[in-house]
Nanobody, 118 residues
Framework: QVQLVESGGGLVQPGGSLRLSCTAS????????MAWHRQAPGKERELVAD???????DYADFVKGRFTISRDNAKNTFYLQMNSLKSEDTAVYYC????WGGGVGGYWGQGTQVAVSS
């Protein structure tokens, strides 16, 4: 069984930065894609960024140039560095690991709240 533990959320002012971490315990063999998704109140969950085991990254258009995803395979941990945060980035952020990405299958973290407000 795989468990994902997230950390790093919180309250930040517009223009500020946060770094989210997601650490996996248990065997994640075959979980090639690590991703961050988010869900704002009243909205569908959406993909923010993902990264493959080989380091290929992909970003949603609304975070390109502001967010950076990275991973440390040795630590079974991946990160989301969020810069230039906007109020519309306010959401619960979930990490996800899976064989193929796309939010399908695999395992989810419990979610961490990010609030951007002055």
């Amino acid at each position: 069984q795989v468990q994902l533990v997230e950390s790093g959320g919180g309250l930040v002012q517009p223009g500020g930065s946060l770094r989210l971490s997601c650490t996996a315990s248990g065997s994640i063999f075959g979980m090639n894609v690590m991703a961050w998704h988010r869900q704002a109140p009243g909205k569908e969950r959406e993909l923010v960024a993902d990264i493959t085991r080989d380091g290929i990254m992909d970003y949603a258009d609304f975070v390109k140039g502001r967010f950076t995803i990275s991973r440390d395979n040795a630590k079974n941990t991946f990160y989301l560095q969020m810069n230039s945060l906007k109020s519309e980035d306010t959401a619960v952020y979930y990490c996800h690991v899976s064989p193929w990405g796309g939010g399908v299958g695999g395992y989810w973290g419990q979610g961490t709240q990010v609030a951007v407000s002055s």
